[in-house]
């Protein structure tokens, strides 16, 4: 399994799109109507979909895989008892699959059959998405409902969050013990250690000065640089997130310590608490469908 694409909603979408493709530096990968579409350099046909809509809010979190997975996640999503409903994507890359509703109502799609398109130039293009964060009331319950209704695996827990993963990669997502469900903050893969630097610099250009970064994280050990968008979410410039075995024991919060003033490995930069925490909380769930039975497969029709 693998994370594929976020989806938003939002006022000024074109606007949001041109800051995104002029100056963090997407990529168009087409429009159809109000929704816009971002893409990498990687295979995957967008990254970011981005709807015009008089509110903010996360339409879905895309996560694409096998047909077999697909069915065992119906079985497990149905044993937990959460809302849910079969889809046929109409976004770039079609595939078709189901949307679940977590506990505090984060909505990810899974999709199979899904088409990858050609990988493209850019060196300051983004690869892929490496994660998308969540804000959680009790990220210890939604990390223990990901890994029992989703067939996820909980990589590390610190004391601000929650680390899950969905196949070798440190973590796809995370669930912040923030208090509230919102949409923490988007991470882009970039290809390598220059790329993030050229970004940070393409946006201090901009007279845009990370709210948190440079920096090398503990879990996961990435790079990152994080910035507030002008359109309200937090994005993340990364690289070089950890890879991790099916054995891997997961830290607990006491692992992951710093000495004081330090809140990474490397300890070189501040960070701007007040201003991410109101941009993470900007961007709510919102579902726009109602819960149906799914078609799941008979274990002697798997």
Known sequence: ?????????????????????????????????????LRGSGGF???VALA????AYVRSTTFVCSAERLETLKRSVAAAGLPATPTVSQDPGGGHGIIVELAE??????????QDVAPIEGRDLPVKL????????????????????LGFRVSDRTKG?????????????????????????????????????RGIGRLRDQNMAPAWGPGRHGP??????????????????????????????????EDWTWPEGRIDQWGMSDKDFAGLRAAEEKFRHRR?????????LSEENH
Request: charged fraction near 20%; hydrophobic fraction near 45%; include cysteine.
């Open 1 to 37: 399994m693998k994370l594929r694409s976020i989806e938003l909603a939002l006022p000024h979408a074109r606007e949001a799109a041109a800051f995104l493709t002029d100056i963090w530096g997407m990529a168009p990968a087409g429009a159809e109507g109000d929704t816009h579409y």
């Open 45 to 47: 046909p967008y990254l």
């Open 52 to 55: 015009e809509s008089a509110d």
């Open 105 to 114: 109502g984060e909505l990810l799609r899974f999709l199979t059959d899904a």
């Open 130 to 149: 490496t994660h998308v964060v969540f804000n959680s009331a009790d990220a210890e319950a939604t990390g223990d409902l990901a890994e029992r209704a």
């Open 161 to 197: 969050m929650v680390f899950v993963r969905c196949n070798d990669s440190h973590h796809s997502t995370a669930f912040a013990r923030a208090g509230f469900a919102s949409l923490n903050h988007i991470a882009f893969e970039m290809a390598d250690m220059d790329a993030v630097m």
């Open 220 to 253: 996961g050990a990435n790079v990152f640089a994080y910035f507030i968008a002008p359109f309200g979410p937090v994005i993340e410039f990364s690289t070089a997130v950890e890879k991790v075995p099916d054995d891997y024991q997961p830290g607990a919060p």
């Open 288 to 296: 726009d469908w109602e819960p149906q039975p799914l078609d799941i």
